[in-house]
Each structure stands twice: as C-alpha cells, then as structure tokens.
T-cell receptor
Framework: AQSVTQLGSHVSVSEGALVLLRCNYSSSVPPYLFWYVQYPNQGLQLLLKYTSAATLVKGINGFEAEFKKSETSFHLTKPSAHMSDAAEYFCAVTTNTGGFKTIFGAGTRLFVKA | AAGVIQSPRHLIKEKRETATLKCYPIPRHDTVYWYQQGPGQDPQFLISFYEKMQSDKGSIPDRFSAQQFSDYHSELNMSSLELGDSALYFC????????????????FGPGTRLTVL
C-alpha cells in the first residue's frame, strides 16, 4: 500500500535561507507524488507533482522537488525562503488500493524568521 | 480561472443536528472528492464521485452520505452530528482527461469549516 512520511512536523528557517522539507514514500508500484501548500484557514494549493516523467519537478513559487527512487524520497526545496512561504506543507501520493484517493502525509509547518 | 467553490464557508451546528455541505467543481471536471481535516491533522479521504456515480469510499461514517448531481455539483449530508465531526471539509475536483488515473491533479476548494457545539 502506498503511504508518505514527512520528517519533521515543524521546520524553521531564516528569510533567504534554503528550505528543505522531507518526504519519503512507500509504494509497491511507481508512485504519483504531490506537494500541496496550505495557508492558514485556506484550502490546499498544488505546488508540484511527479508523474514518472522528469525526476526533478519544478513547481510554483520557486519550489522544486526531486524524485529519488533509490532513496524513496521526494523532498521539497526552495533556494531562498520568503516570509510569504510560511505555511503548512503536505506531501501526498495517489493510490488505487481500496479505491482511488489521495493519501496525505502528516504535514510540515514551515516558519520563516526575519 | 474558475476554481472549486464550496458553501457555506463556515457552519455552526448543535449535536445531533444535520448539515449539508455543497461543492461546485471546476467546469468540465467530472470527478469530485470529499476530504475531512481535523484540527492539526492531515486531510482524510471520505468519498468520491465520477460522472455522478459513487466511485470510491474512504473513512466516511455511516451517518454521512453524499451524491453528485446532473450539473456535477456534489453535496455532503451529515446527520446526527457529533462533537468529533468538527473539522474542515474539503472538496476537490479533477478531470479524467484520458491519462492514467493516478496522474489526475485534484484541485481543492477553500473548505467548509464545520463547528459542532
């Protein structure tokens, strides 16, 4: 069965510093992986997705993620954090086990310090 | 571009009351999903519909039911509300445009925050 694990429920970085949010997946088949961002009291916004094409995926707002099969990872990065990046980030995988649905990780809250 | 619309945005109910949440998918999207996000938790899949038929079912309580109408909007009906039903309820829509189903991008609405007192 597919699942995702996000390492670190909270990450704090300084403005301008590198952002690294970790996600590891478990899947018996080639996975389709997603990163979503959720700002306070708002819905989920798709940042980027991996669907077995290029392993380095570029998303919105300067974020990107690299699919590494050998490490079963799909970490999200951004070279330089901005205050507006402060939000909750969810890694997700779609699965067709027990019905087609999206399974989310527990989420990582990103804090950006001035 | 049009997005997923959910109404109401906020809803306050008493225990044992009923609630109906509405979702209007992006035009030409044929699939609707419902998720429940409890406080400080990740979204949990409840149920989905494809072309007005129930497609998949997740951890949806028997007290809840949902349907998709001919105009593709969906309603989530919740009866005998309990305190634990207080959560943010998201609707998402996608288009099965002929590709692999796993690649369908789900576009989420802003959610309905349900508070049960």
């Amino acid at each position: 069965a597919q699942s995702v694990t996000q390492l670190g429920s909270h990450v704090s970085v300084s403005e301008g510093a590198l952002v690294l949010l970790r996600c590891n997946y478990s899947s018996s088949v080639p996975p389709y992986l997603f990163w979503y961002v959720q700002y306070p009291n708002q819905g989920l916004q798709l940042l980027l997705k991996y669907t077995s094409a290029a392993t380095l995926v570029k998303g919105i707002n300067g974020f990107e993620a690299e699919f590494k099969k050998s490490e079963t990872s799909f970490h999200l990065t951004k070279p330089s954090a901005h205050m507006s990046d402060a939000a909750e980030y969810f890694c997700a995988v779609t699965t067709n086990t027990g019905g087609f649905k999206t399974i989310f990780g527990a989420g990582t809250r990103l804090f950006v310090k001035a | 571009a049009a997005g997923v619309i959910q109404s109401p945005r906020h809803l306050i109910k008493e225990k044992r009351e009923t609630a109906t949440l509405k979702c209007y998918p992006i035009p030409r999207h044929d699939t609707v999903y419902w998720y429940q996000q409890g406080p400080g938790q990740d979204p949990q899949f409840l149920i989905s519909f494809y072309e007005k038929m129930q497609s998949d079912k997740g951890s949806i309580p028997d007290r809840f039911s949902a349907q998709q109408f001919s105009d593709y909007h969906s309603e989530l009906n919740m009866s005998s509300l309990e305190l634990g039903d207080s959560a943010l309820y998201f609707c998402a829509s996608s288009s099965s445009s002929g590709g692999s189903r796993g690649t369908d991008t789900q576009y989420f609405g802003p959610g309905t925050r349900l508070t049960v007192l």
